[in-house]
């Protein structure tokens, strides 16, 4: 007995603690860069649903993205030193610690759909966290049309399918007419040129394809559509897009 409880005595000292519970409030004291802020008293908040340019943030060799001094600059005229709202919906911390949350500022203005607006960030969504997509699409796509803040920028530019080349490990949306959906074993691959093997490819996983499926949206019936994608960029037989849910896919008309 006395070992037993020496095991379990160690068992709670080793056992991680609790998730705190999340700031339903808070001063902004810090913007790290356009999509993250520090709060007062403690606590990092991801402004999630959104990707604003990069900073290096300590990163050795990571050189800056265009205008991410100017991203931050416009979070910090909105929120810096302001009291902020804080809302979930979906996964609420990621792997870093931080809170991932969706802002409103003390005058009940919601800030990840002004840096859309603003034109100083893209949309940016995973499985886990999709709530207002639609909206932030609607937002980000005036600002492109307007040319506002990172879409005046041709680093931000619009990448047409058969220019997709080139632009592996980076962020990007790609627009082209898709050629062929195919599924081969546990992945479909949406085709947007002759050869799979150099042209530009969205691909899904049996996981993206169930998701898709709940959504009503049938990836098949894309064959013939121009559609525009977003995601990072890998070099997989050709440039490709991994996509995990819906939101990462518009069909333009």
């Known amino acids: ?37 520090r709060l007062a008293g403690g606590g990092e908040v991801r402004l999630v649903g959104i990707q604003a340019p990069k900073l290096p943030l300590g990163r050795p060799g990571f050189a800056a993205w265009p205008l991410a001094q100017e991203a931050r600059a416009a979070l910090e005229r909105m929120v810096l030193g302001r009291r902020v709202s804080l809302w979930f919906g979906g996964r609420r911390m990621d792997r870093h610690g931080r809170w991932l949350a969706h802002l409103a500022d003390d005058e009940g203005r919601w800030v990840q759909g002004e840096m859309l607006a603003q034109g100083w960030a893209r949309v940016y969504t995973f499985p886990d966290n999709r709530a207002r997509a639609a909206e932030m699409l609607a937002r980000e ?58 042209d530009f490819t969205i691909t899904l996983d049996a996981a993206a394809r169930r998701a898709f499926r709940d959504a009503g949206f049938d990836v098949a019936g894309l064959e013939g559509r121009r559609v525009r994608v977003r995601g990072w960029m890998k070099d997989w037989n050709g440039p490709m897009i991994e996509v995990t849910h819906p939101e990462q896919i518009e069909v333009l008309p």
Do not use: C
């Open 1 to 37: 007995m006395r070992y037993l409880a020496v095991f379990v005595i160690l068992l709670a000292a080793i056992a991680p603690a609790p998730a705190a519970e999340p700031p339903t409030t808070g001063v902004v004291a810090e913007v790290v860069d356009g999509d993250t802020v």
């Open 141 to 198: 796509a005036e600002a492109r049309e307007a040319k506002r803040g990172i879409w005046a920028h041709p680093y931000y530019r619009i990448l047409s399918a058969d220019g997709a080349s080139g632009h592996e490990d980076t962020f990007q949306l790609v627009e082209g007419r898709v050629r062929t959906v195919a599924e081969r074993r546990s992945r479909t691959y949406v085709n947007f040129g002759e050869d799979y093997r150099s």
